[in-house]
Every structure is written in C-alpha cells, then in structure tokens.
C-alpha cells in the first residue's frame, strides 16, 4: 500500500529555489505514476504535474511550466519536484500524489500530509 511522505518544504525569498522530496514508505514508487497538487489557503486545489498517458511525459501546469521540474531517482525510492524562480503566489501546501491523466487534466488519489512552501521577503 501506498504511503507518501512529502518534505523539503520552507520559507524562501522570491526568485530563491527549493526542491521537495516524496518518499513512499509503504511500497515502491516505481510502481505508480507520482504527481504534484498544491493548496493555498481559500483557493482550490491546483494540480501542478503528472505523468500523460500517452507518451509518459510529465505534464506542468501553465503557471509553473519552466520553473517547475518533477524527476525521479528509483535508487532512493524518491520523487523530486524541483521548483526555481518561486514566486509569492507559489504559496501553499504542496502534495504529492498517485495521480493519471484524466479527461480533464491532471487526477490525484492518495497523497502525504503535505509540506508547506511560503515565498515571501
């Protein structure tokens, strides 16, 4: 079963970077498709990447396209999101998630607890 745990999350000028890790404790991540979502407080959950399904590229969202970059070392049984150029609307708690690409976009199913990223000066 599943068990995502997300970190690496804190408190960064605007312009600084980090990167978060997810680790699955449960089982191994090679076995699903991983993505990213996020939540600030009083918006709607935003969905950051995942993987298509038809060529298995990682698919961003508009808002982070060339800032954002989600890889994957199988070694450490880990999925990176590695954010640049963070700006204050970047704001939120960040999750990740066993996700697919669905008719719509990106879908999530199971994720961790979330760790929070605030950019601010």
């Known amino acids: 079963q599943v068990k995502l745990v997300e970190s690496g999350g804190g408190l960064v000028q605007p312009g600084g970077s980090l990167r978060l890790s997810c680790v699955d404790s449960?089982?191994?991540?090679?076995?699903?498709?991983i993505g990213w979502f996020r939540q600030a407080p009083e918006k709607e959950r935003e969905g950051i990447s995942c993987?298509?399904?038809?060529?298995?590229?990682?698919v961003y969202t508009n808002s982070v396209k060339g800032r954002f970059t989600m890889s994957r070392d199988s070694a450490k049984n880990t999925v990176y999101l590695q954010m640049n150029s963070l700006k204050p609307e970047d704001t939120a708690v960040y999750y990740c998630?066993?996700?697919?690409?669905?008719?719509?976009?990106?879908?999530?199913?199971?994720w961790g607890q979330g760790t929070q990223v605030t950019v601010a000066s």
């Open positions: 998630a066993t996700s697919f690409m669905g008719s719509s976009g990106c879908e999530y199913e199971s």
């Open positions: 993987i298509s399904s038809s060529d298995g590229s990682t």
């Open positions: 449960g089982s191994t991540l090679d076995f699903y498709a």
